[in-house]
């Protein structure tokens, strides 16, 4: 039977045996009973417990994988992946990427473990001459499974670039370098990656698949035997489980990612519209709305022909670091705050963390939208891009 995703969300993971409990039970244990006279399957529990399973198995069906990896956060399971790299190897990023791979690229490139490639993601031609490059570079004659790896993220974060995915994957593939895609913007819900051929998908569980900003957890999906024992052997030596707990808390959460995507989409949606109009108020200091989901968005035919949905996700450049604070002073229904992805709508200057790539505008704010009334976040923002305009000091020629 074909399940659809909506389906899966809910189903996958579950038990079907008689008299079992619907949902997993939690195992707090961190070490089994040993008998020498009888073999056993498990022995301490950084090795995996039982209580990770369903979400594993989850989140591979959904995203379409053989195996699914729970990591202690989102950036233990990238430092798993790119850990892979053999030293001299070549790593190939978006140039606008998440802040926390981004600082652990560049720490990593200057301890001279690989050669860093920066490119922007959705300049698909230059990409693919990059990723040419680094072929030859590496040469045919080196038989490491992972010699060079593109690591694709998209929509970009924050800057909300579109990457033509599938035409990136088929170019890697073509010339021997591993593809790693970032889903945790679009989430398997609206893209699926490992579709196309990538050979490991990772996501950042914290953001939208648990939904409720209560849990740090990461994972990492792949269809490939070899990658999956080398991950997991990553994992065990480095220690980098989840706790018990949060796996049960985050997998409560996926259950419901299906609807709180829908709901924040929507009201993602509404509020780009009416803010663009805001960048002809003059009482208001906003410059620009980036929406994958606005026609005026640079990828938005790539968009609308590669994803499933446009996403929650909003950037506001308001062109001044001094105005985007004074919104963010002046919100009441948003919450001011890192992250993304839980049912209660953030917003965040990027630029306040040293580690933000300089290319990101220090007027930026980034939207997180929720699940809260749309109309009310809307009167919020534009109350509080009004009520910065009118505290900004005043200009003179």
Known sequence: MTQNQRT????????????????????????????????????????????????????????????????????????????????????????????????????????????????????????????????????????????????????????????????????????????????????????????????????????????????????????EESLHSALHGHRNLHGTIPGPMEVFLALRGVRTLAVRLDAAERNAEYLAAKLQKLTHDDDAPLIAVSYPGLTSHAQHERAKALLGGFGAIITLDTGRREAADAVLEALKVWTPATSLGGVESLAERRRRHPGEPDTVPEGLIRLSVGIEDAEDLYEDLAQALRSASSSEPPSFA
């Open 8 to 223: 899966r969300v809910v189903a996958a993971g579950r038990p079907h045996e008689p008299n079992s409990p619907v949902n997993p039970p939690v195992d707090f244990t961190s070490t089994y009973v040993y008998r020498p006279s009888v073999e056993y399957p498990r022995v301490y529990a950084r090795e995996g417990i039982p209580s990770f399973e369903p979400l594993e198995q989850l989140l591979a069906e959904l995203e379409g994988g053989e195996h699914g990896l729970l990591f202690s956060s989102g950036l233990s399971a990238v430092s798993a992946v790119i850990n892979q790299l053999p030293l001299g190897g070549h790593l190939v990023i978006p140039k606008h990427a998440y802040m926390g791979y981004y600082t652990m690229a560049q720490q990593m490139a200057a301890k001279g473990l690989f050669t860093l490639h920066r490119v922007d993601i959705a300049q698909t031609d230059e990409v693919i001459e990059t990723l040419r490059e680094v072929a030859a570079a590496v040469g045919s004659e080196d038989a490491h499974p992972m010699r060079a790896l593109l690591w694709i993220e998209s929509p970009t974060n924050p800057m909300l670039e579109v990457a033509d995915v599938p035409a990136l994957i088929a170019a890697a593939r073509e010339l021997g370098i591993t593809t790693a895609v970032d889903n945790t913007f679009a989430t398997p819900l609206r893209q699926n990656p490992l579709a196309s051929g990538a050979d490991v998908v990772v996501h950042s569980v914290t953001k939208f698949l648990s939904g409720h900003s209560d849990v740090i957890m990461g994972a990492a999906i792949t269809s």
